[in-house]
């Protein structure tokens, strides 16, 4: 399967739709998705993002960098990814780090999805449940 279609799959990947279910069965249904594998980390960090709640800083805003700046640092002159992928989980983390602050100081914790694009609460969960694991395919 080329790259395009394991984006398009992921692209289209409806396992946020089910705003009942939490966010660890999301991030497990992810990883069971037969693209998860061959999709770079950083990607899927990325991708669900995009779903997150506006309290969820992107990862180059929280950079405070251009978009494509902070995608040139995922990748070496060389072609490498490992230490790219592993400086987007560091910063992937910082981010849900600083969401939980913000929300923690809003005091209004969000149940369930909004089922809004761009709403979901349960994204930085799945991002936080992932990551690990994640990392720990793309090394072996």
């Known amino acids: 399967m080329g790259n395009r279609m394991l984006v398009r799959n992921m692209l289209y990947w409806t396992g946020l739709e089910d705003t009942s279910k939490p966010a660890s069965m999301v991030a497990k249904g992810m990883l069971r998705e037969s693209w998860a594998r061959h999709v770079r980390p950083s990607t899927m960090f990325h991708y669900l993002f995009a779903f997150g709640p506006t309290l969820l800083s992107s990862p180059h805003v929280f950079k405070r960098m251009k978009a494509e700046d902070y995608v040139g640092t995922l990748v070496t002159l060389d072609g490498g990814v490992e230490e790219g992928e592993a400086s987007s989980w560091m910063t992937t ?37 992932l990551g690990p694991e994640l990392l720990r395919r793309q090394r072996h």
């Open 93 to 129: 983390m910082a981010c849900c780090d600083v969401y939980l602050q913000r929300e923690s100081v809003q005091q209004q914790p969000q149940i369930g999805g909004s089922g809004t694009f761009g709403e979901d609460p349960r994204v930085p969960s799945i991002l936080m449940t």
